[in-house]
């Protein structure tokens, strides 16, 4: 595997999880009554469809062919935060812990791709970037959990 299969495979590792975080978010709109958090939501849907245009963009520039849909653990993921929703008292709280978590281990997989040192100069700011908007939406989403405790 050459080094542009190699770039693109890391990425097209993100790209799915960003359909997964957008469509998780887009799912949670639909589970939430707060206006504020129904906002929130889209907002995160939103930033993670951008990103996932962005890594796009990346991979195809790679001369690879990005993926086209999120994986089988984001939807089960979904699932999980629609099932637990239905049976919890506090839904709203339910979802935005969930979404914490997915947040954070989104994180962590942007974490683990820039400790690797050989992205070329523009994937990684902009891995960096991606990284930073998510720290501030876990930042974001952990002061609204606490809002809505």
Do not use: C
């Not at 245009?53 to 699932?79: A, C, V, W």
């Amino acid at each position: 595997m050459n080094y542009s299969e190699k770039i693109s495979n890391k990425l097209n590792e993100l790209l799915v999880k960003n359909y997964d975080a957008e469509k998780g978010y887009l799912n949670a709109i639909d589970n939430v009554d707060n206006k504020e958090l129904k906002m929130f939501f889209k907002r995160r849907a939103s930033e993670r469809s951008q990103f996932a245009k962005e890594l796009r963009t990346e991979i195809l520039q790679y001369g690879q062919i990005p993926e086209d849909s999120g994986s089988f653990k984001g939807t089960m993921h979904r699932n999980w935060m629609s099932l637990k929703s239905t049976f919890t008292s506090n839904n709203e709280e339910a979802i935005l812990e969930e979404a914490i978590k997915g947040e954070e281990a989104s994180l962590e997989e942007y974490d683990a791709l820039l400790k690797e040192n050989n992205l070329p100069p523009t994937i990684d700011s902009l891995i960096a970037k991606h990284r930073n908007a998510i720290q501030a939406a876990i930042n974001t989403e952990k002061v609204h959990e606490e809002l809505i405790s």
